[in-house]
């Protein structure tokens, strides 16, 4: 566990100060209805970095950093400009457009000079992992000066619709996107931009409730998506961005329970889980009665959950078979591997081998390669076939249990046939 | 006057003789840096070579240009890494209207027939080093001893094509051959005091580097392809490395760096910077000063 802490607390701490500022920024963005502003903003700040890298100035350089800015308060003059074109034609599909224009620009960029392309996923693909007290030497600083700069000017940036107030607004969350996006990765700075901002919006009136709830709720998912990612092996972005997720879908659950009739969005959602599963097992039954050959999720998942489940539909002989065979898979499994392992100890001890001795191994390697993937393929014939033997009893069985499971009422039904 | 009459003709045959030469050029499309420096190595002046993907860009991850197409056209030989390594190329083959190229073609060569490969895992993927490849690992001409196949290979498949020059092919090659062994020789000695030295790699690309010049790469920070590695992966690297007393972080120019510098921050490690191809590094020109600036630059680091 403190080899974890020792991993995961610099990553918490910006984490906290991401979620701090986008949680803010998030609401504003949620008023104004431009949620892709930020994958925009980002592009251009990636295209601008690219364009300072084709001119030969070095990655991480000021005048790199310098482009960036430029390039962004640009974007922001037009965006700005957005709103006041968006007649017939929504804002969201100009800022679609800038995006994907900058994101094509940059390929382009990128055709004439080949290592930029690593440039440009290095502002774009930033790993939360790996930031550390440089990139929070710079970030704390940055954005505490802009959340001061918004609450000093807050009556004017969030009513009003002037052009100026509007390119004030674009240009600060240009610069938060810019260094976030460098540090998180884009889909990482969305969901701490929309789903903290989200969740608070739903339950708070005020917006200082809102941001509060929105910081709870982005600060422990966050300290929850790390968490997970260390203990499940996960890679942390990835990780944490499934973990806004969950905790959004378990925010729009408990509105209902918190805030409308209780007792009846209890019994709906009971009510909406028995008909999903029930619906689960019926499309269970009808797969396994008309394709039994074909994969068979459910089934699938369960007998890898509960192993034993299989005992309950193969033949004693059959699942001898099937023992066998994944005994075996396993075995040539191991020997294959204690083969590679045997030919990287001799690259450094001992003489080396010749490339014959290299080229049987390979040839070994193959042949459990293959003797692997046959006993895989024993293991699905001998449970397809088993599966077509009792297409019909598990069809009926799984039917029955999903019948049981349906929030469905006996005794009219009952009633309805008696008529 | 007829002097000056015959000395126009004269040259006017010249330029004439001289264009056809070049023309006569046999055109060899190649994959990567890597074989196009070899098959340079072998064809000499008889060939005009060009390869596909740009120096130091991930090859495996590369997108055909319709340029790309429009060089197979009127390509004799096409060589290949084969392995995986460059499967692109099948829909690209595919696209084109030039069959002496294609798989089977006269032209067709790919240029790891006959090298003794590692790491091959049959046809089901083994568990995680870095590579979904079940052929085994791509990276053989990271091996300056596998060059003697290749450019076999590559002699072979010349020599379909241009019988009559199959002379000077062996030629070149002989020559090439003498000079990498020469250079062998002083690699192996630069490298020998770091015998068995413990690395670590982002990527898999050098068990071949590592069995020829023995060195022991102990781990990859990337398991999976395109997957960022997990919390869990990175301290099970960074305790290994200090458990193994490895010292160097290898990373080609291609690769992300705030990744690697974290670990070697992490692991009290040095960052060496080799290049996985020609090119790849402003000094690796061609195939031999390939490995002069690795050799060079994991000295340095070793040091």
Same mark, same amino acid.
């Not at chain 1, 039994?292 to 068979?296: C, K, L, N, S, T």
């Not at chain 2, 085994?136 to 001893?145: E, R, S, T, V």
């Not at chain 2, 990527?203 to 050098?206: G, I």
């Not at chain 2, 060195?215 to 392809?225: A, N, R, S, T, Y």
């Given at each position: 566990m403190s080899e974890a802490l020792a991993f995961l607390w610099l990553p918490f701490l910006v984490a906290v100060c991401l979620v701090g500022i986008h949680a803010y920024f998030g609401i504003q963005v949620l008023a104004r209805k431009v949620i892709f502003v930020d994958l925009a903003l980002a592009q251009i700040a990636a295209l601008g970095a690219t364009a300072a890298f084709m001119l030969g100035h070095p990655a991480q350089s000021f005048a790199t950093y310098g482009y960036s800015l430029a390039f962004t308060f640009t974007a922001a003059i037009l965006l700005a400009f957005t709103r006041a074109w968006?007649?017939?034609?929504?804002q969201e599909a100009l800022i679609g457009v800038i995006y994907v224009v900058a994101a094509a620009a940059a390929i382009l960029m990128i055709d004439r000079a080949p290592q930029g392309a690593e440039h440009l996923k290095q502002i774009l693909t930033g790993n939360i992992l790996t930031s550390g007290l440089q990139d929070l030497s710079v970030i704390v600083p940055l954005y505490a000066a802009i959340g001061l700069l918004h609450w000093s000017l807050r009556s004017r940036l969030t009513g009003t619709t002037s052009l100026v107030w509007d390119f004030v607004f674009y240009a600060t969350f240009g610069a938060v996107v810019t260094s976030s996006v460098a540090i998180a990765g884009v889909l990482l700075v969305f969901s701490f931009l929309i789903i903290p901002a989200a969740i608070g919006v739903t339950f708070g009136a005020t917006l200082g409730t809102q941001l509060a709830i929105g910081w709870i709720a982005g600060t422990l998912t966050s300290a929850f998506g790390l968490l997970a990612s260390f203990l499940l092996d996960l890679p942390t972005g990835a990780a944490m961005v499934c973990a806004f997720g969950a905790s959004l879908a378990i925010a729009g659950l408990l509105y209902p329970l918190l805030r409308g009739d209780r007792r009846y969005a209890l019994r709906t959602t009971v009510a909406a889980a028995r008909w999903g599963v029930a619906a689960l097992l019926a499309a269970s039954a009808v797969q396994l009665a008309a394709a039994?050959?074909?994969?068979?999720p459910l089934l699938d998942v369960a007998e890898t959950m509960i192993?034993?489940?299989r005992s309950l539909y193969l033949s004693r002989s059959e699942a001898t078979t099937f023992a066998d065979a994944s005994a075996y898979a396993a075995r040539y499994n191991a020997e294959a591997e204690q083969l590679n392992a045997q030919e990287k100890g001799r690259r450094t001890e001992g003489d080396t081998l010749d490339d014959f001795s290299i080229a049987r191994i390979s040839s070994f390697l193959k042949s459990y390669g293959e003797m692997q993937k046959g006993e895989q393929f024993v293991m699905q014939e001998v449970r397809a076939r088993a599966r077509e033997r009792i297409r019909w009893v598990g069809a009926f069985g799984l039917m029955m249990l999903a019948l049981l499971g349906a929030p469905f009422s006996w005794r009219s039904a009952a009633g309805w046939l008696s008529r | 006057m007829r002097c000056a009459h015959l000395a126009a003709a004269l040259a006017a045959w010249c330029v004439l003789v001289s264009a056809t030469l070049a023309q006569d050029r046999i055109e060899v499309v190649t994959t990567t840096t890597d074989l196009r420096s070899l098959t340079k190595a072998v064809g000499g002046e008889r060939v005009a070579v060009v390869s596909l993907v740009p120096a130091g860009m991930d090859a495996e991850e590369y997108q055909p240009k319709p340029q790309d197409a429009l060089r197979l056209k009127t390509a004799r030989t096409f060589v290949r890494v084969g392995l995986d390594y460059d499967l692109w190329a099948d829909r690209l083959l595919l696209t084109?209207?030039?069959?002496?190229?294609?798989?089977?073609?006269?032209? *067709?060569?790919?240029?790891? *027939?006959g090298i003794a490969t590692l790491e091959v895992r049959g046809m089901s993927v083994g568990p995680?080093?870095?590579?979904?490849?079940?052929? $085994?690992?791509?990276? *053989?001409?990271?091996?300056?001893?596998?060059a003697e196949v290749i450019t076999a290979t590559i002699l072979a498949g010349l020599a379909r094509i241009d019988p009559e020059s199959a002379g000077t092919y062996e030629a070149n090659r002989k020559a090439f051959l003498a000079r990498l062994n020469e250079k062998r020789a002083e690699w192996e000695t630069k490298l020998a005091p770091f015998r068995a030295i413990p690395l670590v790699a982002y990527?898999?690309?050098?068990p071949y580097f590592a069995r020829r010049f023995r060195?022991?790469? #102990?781990?990859?920070?990337? #398991?999976?392809?395109g997957v960022p590695p997990s919390p869990g992966h990175l301290a099970g690297i960074v305790r290994l490395m200090k458990e193994r007393g490895a010292k160097i972080v290898v990373r080609e120019p291609?690769?992300?760096?705030r990744d690697v510098a974290f670990v070697a921050e992490k692991a009290g490690a040095k960052v060496a910077t080799l290049a996985?191809? #020609? $090119?790849?590094?402003?000094?690796?020109?061609?195939y031999i000063a390939l490995f002069d600036a690795n050799i060079d630059a994991l000295t340095a680091a070793a040091r």
């Open positions: 968006a007649g017939r034609v929504p039994p050959r074909a994969d068979q192993p034993s489940l | 084109t209207s030039n069959p002496a190229i294609r798989r089977g073609g006269p032209g *067709y060569v790919d240029a790891s *027939y995680g080093d870095g590579h979904a490849h079940g052929n $085994g690992n791509p990276h *053989y001409w990271l091996d300056p001893h596998n990527h898999n690309s050098w060195l022991d790469l #102990v781990g990859f920070i990337e #398991v999976k392809p291609h690769e992300p760096q996985g191809s #020609v $090119g790849a590094l402003p000094r690796a020109t061609d």
